[in-house]
């Protein structure tokens, strides 16, 4: 007991008295991040995207939402991607994601900060893993980035739904396919809040956060709105 809050005590001096690096170049950081000022002004930012579905809006277009959410609008009320999902915070993901760099993930919820949508005024749900997949990877990659947001913008963390079903990556699958490998993914095992905000690290075709808004309106949320990190143009 005493250990542990010394040591725990030690990690957050180290913490406090380390310089900061760029995580992409090693330079020393700069504003308080873990990112140096060149590779912050290389960031891709998506900031002329439609705001149903994220997807970034032809230059120089200004009209409300993209063809395709005019001509079939999506389940959710509104979709913000803080980036493209492209170079250097592609990389950044998949280290977070897949090879335990939690640092990246601090570094990448810090950013999303920087752009937060106005929608946000609710509780944050991350998506869920299926639990087989979080004993796997050993961390919920959503959960990680919701933490910090929710923490700096005091907002609750609300995680009500499961992945009832270990769904094949859907990487491997075309659309059609991704539709039926997701089917009845999630389930919500408490009644949902009206309006909330889905986080996810990224989203692809949106097949995976349409699930889950869908079991999200089957657990009585009438307002979801979806922030992620990237958005795979
Ligand atoms: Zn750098
Ligand atoms: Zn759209």
Redesign the pocket.
Known sequence: MMFNKVYGAWTWLGQQLLPLRCLLCGAPGADGLDLCAACHAGLPWNDAA?P??A?PLPDGECTA??G??LRAPPRQHGAAATFLYAAPVDGLLRRFKFHHDLAAGRLLSTLMLQRVPAFVDGPLLPVPLHRQRLRARGYDQALELARPLARTLDLPVWQGMQRTRLTAPQSDLDAEARRRNLRDAFAVTRPAPARSILVDDVMTTGATLDAAVRALHRGGSTHVRLWVCARVP
């Open positions: 439609c149903l579905c997807l939402r993209c395709a959410c």
